[in-house]
């Protein structure tokens, strides 16, 4: 199974874009590449996914370079509000026999006034 | 709304107890998980279902038993057996169509030793 690799925390503060970094250097022909956000005593919130180049939704842009070997999560104007674990998931994690997810220890984002 | 609903928010066990855990959707998804999340660290799987009256289990499914009899429910016990059942504890859900399907969770439940 591909593993992920995302820094343990960063700092920002308010109205700053946010780029976090998530490396899969075994990424599968076949995965797709999630990105979720958990706050404390919540459960994780699907945020963004894609397979290649570059996606956008009201939340986020997911960059997703040719070799498909790294990804970068791209929080626009950040707020307060936005403090939380960010986990970086590739597809094999939905694939075969299980479906689960394989998630890593997150991105501690800590958003400053 | 359609959504993950686990219940209680908190739960209290005794030595030597078995608890249940409550997990409903009203998503209508085939695939049912629990997971295990301890402070700081990412989840695990410890038992899943991909359809009703069939389960399967996880990386840590020692000391936990399931049950899928209804495609809304998959109910988690925890038995005395499971010698560390302090944590957090998250459902979630998903359709079986594609690989790319994303996980929807509850708010989860969290386990504590009185």
């Known amino acids: 199974l591909a593993k992920t690799t995302q820094p343990i925390s960063m700092d920002s503060y308010e109205g700053q874009e946010v780029n976090i970094t998530c490396s899969h250097n075994?990424?599968?022909?076949?995965?797709?590449i999630t990105w979720y956000q958990q706050f404390p005593s919540q459960g994780p919130r699907f945020i963004i996914q894609?397979?290649?180049t570059k996606v956008t939704n009201e939340v986020a842009s997911l960059f997703i370079p040719a070799d498909r070997k790294s990804s970068t999560l791209s929080l626009p104007r950040v707020s307060l509000s936005d403090t939380a674990v960010y986990y970086c998931?590739?597809?094999?994690?939905?694939?075969?026999?299980?479906?689960?997810?394989?998630f890593g220890k997150g991105t501690k984002l800590s958003v400053k006034p | 709304d359609g959504g993950i609903t686990q219940s209680p928010k908190y739960l209290f066990r005794k030595e030597g107890q078995n608890v249940t855990l409550s997990c409903e959707q009203n998503?209508?998804?085939?695939?049912m998980y629990w997971y295990r999340q301890d402070p700081g660290q990412g989840l695990r799987l410890i038992y899943y279902?991909?359809?009703?009256?069939?389960?399967q289990k996880g990386d840590i499914a020692e000391g936990y038993s399931v049950s899928r009899e209804k495609k809304e429910s998959f109910p988690l016990t925890v038995t005395s057996a499971q010698k560390n059942p302090t944590a957090f504890y998250l459902c979630?859900?998903?359709?079986?169509?594609?690989?790319?399907?994303?996980?929807?969770f509850g708010d989860g439940t969290r386990l504590s030793i009185l």
């Open positions: 075994n990424i599968a022909t076949n995965d797709y």
């Open positions: 894609g397979y290649k």
């Open positions: 279902s991909q359809i009703v009256n069939d389960f």
């Open positions: 998931l590739v597809g094999a994690n939905y694939g075969g026999s299980q479906g689960n997810l394989i």
């Open positions: 998503l209508n998804h085939d695939a």
């Open positions: 979630a859900s998903r359709t079986r169509g594609g690989n790319n399907q994303p996980q929807h």
